[in-house]
């Protein structure tokens, strides 16, 4: 019902930055909030921020000053601004959407119903 298709990553020096992108579309109902999600290799799926459609947001301690998260609904398409990247942020950048507030939440991963391919998120010394 939904595609989600992320873009935007690559490789990156620390402290450089990158923004990623995620696509929506095939909607059957409206989306309410969309969230990034990012997991490392061997490592749990790891919340990193949400957006509501009336911009209220939440963000992962981690990332906190560093990523802003943002959305262009005319577009259909989210962002993520990422900044002065570290190498621990390095990891496959998922988008997901779900239609309910997220309400200034980060929610797990089981909250949302569509999710994207996933997008590469390298950052090197």
């Known amino acids: 019902q939904v595609q989600l298709v992320e873009s935007g990553g690559g490789s990156v020096q620390t402290g450089g930055s990158l923004r990623l992108s995620c696509a929506a579309s095939g909607y059957s109902y409206s989306s309410v909030c969309m969230a990034w999600f990012r997991q490392a290799p061997g490592k749990e799926r790891e919340g990193v921020a949400t957006?509501?459609?009336?911009?209220?947001?939440a963000y992962a301690d981690s990332v906190k000053g560093r990523f802003a998260i943002s959305q262009d609904n005319a577009k259909n398409t989210l962002y993520l601004e990422m900044n002065n990247l570290k190498p621990d942020d390095t990891a496959v950048y998922y988008c997901?959407?779900?239609?309910?507030?997220?309400?200034?939440?980060?929610?797990?991963?089981?909250?949302?119903?569509?999710w994207g391919q996933g997008t590469q998120v390298t950052v090197s010394s």
């Open positions: 957006i509501d459609i009336d911009g209220r947001s």
């Open positions: 997901a959407t779900r239609n309910l507030y997220c309400s200034g939440t980060l929610l797990a991963g089981g909250r949302f119903r569509y």
